[in-house]
């Protein structure tokens, strides 16, 4: 079935510095691509999204590209803040009404002043 | 700006109790849904709920599992006889509508504990 791999974490960097966290994924047909972000003690929240493969996705500095010839999703920042530190979760939905994320694990980054 | 909500934010229960974990969806908001997230595990998908019906249900949504929208503003997840592996945090989600590319709406989450 569709499935998510991420990067293990956890990602520990210093403020400015280059964020890189991979995501490669397995599925059928064309999937929609997805990062999302949690804060410590709050929810699940869409950071970006890519819907066909070479879009690119951006929000708050973070950037992806679907890349279908890798099956890759990889989430870059080019410097980091420590507001950034969180858990980022890649994840992937089928093109059909009302279908599920599958999620990959998710990788916590610690950004120190 | 509207938001998920769920009660309570951290539940603590014997093994074998039944417990209803609730969320408020998005008002205007059709399909809704149950995930977990063992600790250091992947968020699973449990089930998936639209026109006061499940749509789609994962392997982990067995019997012991039930949804229910009671009253046109609370999604419940209510599970029989809890087991120590249902330890785990829920969140639940809302979407708007039919387009498979709208955004998925997550709660903060609910933090159950069986002992």
């Avoid at chain 2, 997230?37 to 994962?58: P, R, T």
């Avoid at chain 2, 809890?82 to 997550?106: I, P, R, V, W």
């Amino acid at each position: 079935g569709d499935s998510v791999t991420q990067m293990e974490g956890p990602v520990t960097l210093s403020e400015e510095a280059f964020l890189t966290i991979n995501c490669t994924y397995t599925a059928t047909g064309y999937p929609s691509l997805f990062w999302y972000v949690q804060y410590p003690g709050e929810g699940l929240q869409l950071l970006l999204k890519a819907t066909k493969a070479d879009d690119k996705g951006s929000n708050k500095g973070f950037e992806a590209t679907y890349r279908k010839e890798t099956t890759s999703f990889h989430l870059e920042k080019g410097s980091v803040q420590v507001s950034d530190s969180a858990v980022y979760f890649c994840a992937l939905k089928a093109n059909q009404a009302g279908t599920a994320l599958i999620f990959g694990k998710g990788t916590t980054l610690s950004v120190s002043s | 700006e509207p938001e998920v909500t769920q009660t309570p934010s951290h539940q603590v229960t014997q093994m074998g109790q039944e417990v209803i974990l609730r969320c408020v969806p998005i008002s205007n908001h059709l399909y809704f849904y149950w995930y977990r997230q063992i600790l250091g595990q992947k968020v699973e998908f449990l089930v998936s709920f639209y026109n006061n019906e499940i749509s789609e249900k994962s392997e982990i949504f067995d019997d012991q599992f039930s949804v229910e929208r009671p009253d046109g503003s609370n999604f419940t997840l209510k599970i029989r006889s809890t087991k120590l592996e249902d330890s785990a945090m829920y969140f639940c989600a809302s979407q708007k509508g039919t387009s498979d590319h709208n955004e998925q709406f997550f709660g903060p989450g609910t933090r159950l504990t069986v002992l």
